[in-house]
């Protein structure tokens, strides 16, 4: 090749990392514009309608101005902490035997179902929770929307853990073995404390997601006007509260509607950027 072919390949070469370094870019700012958009909007029409009352107060009739949406906040960690009771055991231990067993039949079936549930939208959960278990009860229940949330919870609880789990050293395994101890307290004492900030940064993540559900919801726990005295019974959630004030026709609803929108944001923020400071102190630490 001649130099000044050679010079018109370099040049190429360097105009194509531009203009692929430029597109990056742009897509990039578009994202976070797209991102800081969608917070101003929550926070300035939201922050117009929250007041002790929207926090504290319980719905009133519809066309009647007042009331809050305290029920729908209780309902909603209400929910969170369900569907943790459930899916939180599920998707330790499978992702502990899919990082510790690594091979075999059951491990890669486990391992594709996880993936494929991970892809499944929330709410075939909510359908297929209404089948089985509204069904079954002939009514909405918290215990339903937290069944549903729970499904939405175990795939990314237990990559993560896979994921945290196999980072672990293999020489911190060898060592505990070296000195007599059993494969499950190894496990247990060695392999879980040192994967706990990757467990803790996924388990955040998951439950981030599981909050801002509102479609498996619509299926399952559907709302209330009161404060949940019985899981067996319905219950509020922001997400549900916020798309059914928003279709009606009342301005005062409207408001709230935002309001709800404001609070769950800021718990699913809390989560988001608590997850993403752990996972940094992780790789600080690594």
């Known amino acids: 090749m001649s130099d000044a072919a050679r010079v018109r390949t370099l040049a190429s070469r360097r105009a194509s990392e531009s203009f692929v370094r430029g597109l990056a870019a742009g897509v ?3 994202t976070v514009v797209g991102l ?5 909007s929550v926070v300035g029409y939201g922050a117009r309608g929250l007041s002790m009352t929207t926090l504290t107060a319980l719905p009133r009739p519809a066309g009647v101005p007042g009331g809050g949406v305290a029920n729908a906040i209780v309902g909603t960690l209400l929910l969170v902490a369900l569907a943790c009771a459930i899916a939180l055991p599920v998707g330790l231990l499978a992702g502990i035997h899919l990082a510790e067993a690594r091979t075999g039949k059951l491990v890669r079936l486990a391992r594709t179902a996880a993936d494929a549930l991970a892809a499944v939208p929330s709410v075939v959960f909510g359908i297929f929770v209404f089948g089985v278990l509204v069904a079954w009860m002939k009514h909405f229940s918290a215990l339903a929307g937290g069944a549903a ?3 939405t919870m175990i795939p990314t ?5 896979e994921v945290a789990v196999r980072a672990v050293p293999e020489r911190l395994r060898e060592a505990a073995l070296a000195l007599g101890a059993t494969r499950h307290r190894v496990i247990a004492q060695v392999v879980l404390p040192s994967a706990a900030r990757g467990i803790a940064t996924g388990v955040l993540l998951a439950v981030g997601r599981a909050a801002g559900e509102a479609a498996p919801l619509l299926f399952t726990a559907w709302e209330s006007r009161f404060f949940c005295d ?3 019974e319905p219950t509020a959630s922001l997400p549900v509260s916020i798309f059914t004030y928003t279709i009606s026709p009342y301005d005062d609803l409207h408001a709230q509607a935002w309001a709800a929108a404001l609070v769950l944001v800021s718990l699913v923020l809390v989560f988001q950027v608590t997850a993403r400071l752990l996972s940094k102190r992780r790789d600080d630490v690594s």
């Open 28 to 30: 990039t700012a578009l």
């Open 36 to 40: 800081a958009s969608v917070l101003f």
């Open 149 to 151: 949330l729970a499904l």
């Open 157 to 161: 609880v237990t990559r993560a853990t």
């Open 230 to 232: 019985d899981l067996r």
